[in-house]
Each structure stands twice: as C-alpha cells, then as structure tokens.
C-alpha cells in the first residue's frame, strides 16, 4: 500500500523556530488546560493530522482545527492571555470597593449604626448610576461584612405572666403556671 502525503496550507505550517517555541512553552506551562492545548500545538509541528491529533487530546477535530488557525493568525501568546468572559458586571472593582467600606468600617468602630441604605447611596453615588439592593449586599458578601443586629426579641419568648409564674413555684403558682402555658 502507497502511502499518500497531503500536504498542509501555507498559513498552517509551523517552522523549526515556532517548534522550538511551543515546546519550550509546553515544558514551562503549568496550567492544565493551556497545556492540553499546547500539547495540540505541538502535535501539529510534528506533522500529526486533526483526526489523530484529537484521538490524542480528546479534543474534536474543528476544534484542533481552530487552535491551529488561532497559533497561525496569533501566535503563542494568544493562548497565554485569558479570554474567558462574563461574571464581569461589577459596578466597581474589587479595591475601589474595598475602600467605599473602609469609611463605614470606621463609623462602624466609633459605635455608629449603619444601615444598608445608608452603604446603598454611597455606592451609588460611586458607580454614578442607581443599583439594586442585591448589588450591594453582594458587595458586603464579597469583602466578609455580615449582620450583626440583635433580634429585639426571641419569636417564642414567654410573657412577662409567665415568666414571673415560672420563677415562684409554689403548689398555687403551679396551677397558674399550667393555665398560663396551656393558653398557647
């Protein structure tokens, strides 16, 4: 059987020097998914086609395919740059934050009571646009504020009556007792 080679297009061919770069990345790379796709990188400068290379890598074969158009229209530092997007609608980084709080961790400490909507107009001042009560408390979530307000009081707390009843136990106070908690 005569073996047929099939050549490569002219924009997807890797030279020795380009080689030398994927390997040298591929060794120094230490995140696992840049280095699956390195790893695709260097399989095609060795000369493997997209089939075998994405038995190899578990990759299909359009995606080798568009790793090896983004090599040869980018280069390797393409790949080394983050490109994931979303979960980026902050209103204000993470610093700027940090620093709306530090004036109301410093009325905090002087013994003010600070209220949500008092820290809502201050961020909404700061993003220059009026935000959800959500955008805020997420904010407190992020920098490990929490609500420290006490309950005014216990939801199951007994009455006055009954508590006064409870504490002088007395055969008489005993029959007041059992009528005063059976009315519940």
């Not at 080394?80 to 934050?97: A, C, D, P, V």
């Amino acid at each position: 059987m005569a073996w047929r080679v099939i050549e490569m297009p002219k924009t997807y061919l890797i030279n020795e020097q380009q080689k030398e770069e994927i390997e040298t990345q591929l060794k120094a790379t230490k995140d696992a998914k840049l280095y699956k796709k390195i790893q695709v990188l260097n399989y095609r400068a060795q000369g493997y086609k997209n089939s075998k290379i994405a038995e190899l890598t578990g990759y299909s074969k359009s995606r080798v395919s568009a790793l090896a158009c983004e090599y040869a229209k980018n280069g390797i530092e393409y790949f080394l740059k983050e490109h994931r997007q979303g979960g980026n609608n902050r209103n204000l980084s993470y610093e700027e934050e940090k620093a709306l709080l530090k004036t109301f961790e410093e009325q905090a400490t002087k013994g003010y009571i600070i209220t949500i909507d008092a820290i809502r107009q201050a961020y909404d001042a700061a993003c220059g646009k009026e935000t959800a009560y959500a955008s805020v408390y997420y904010m407190l979530e992020r920098h490990g504020w929490r609500k420290l307000m006490p309950r005014s009081k216990h939801p199951n707390k007994a009455s006055d009556e009954a508590i006064k009843a409870s504490k002088k136990l007395t055969p008489l106070s005993r029959e007041k007792w059992k009528i005063l908690t059976q009315e519940k």
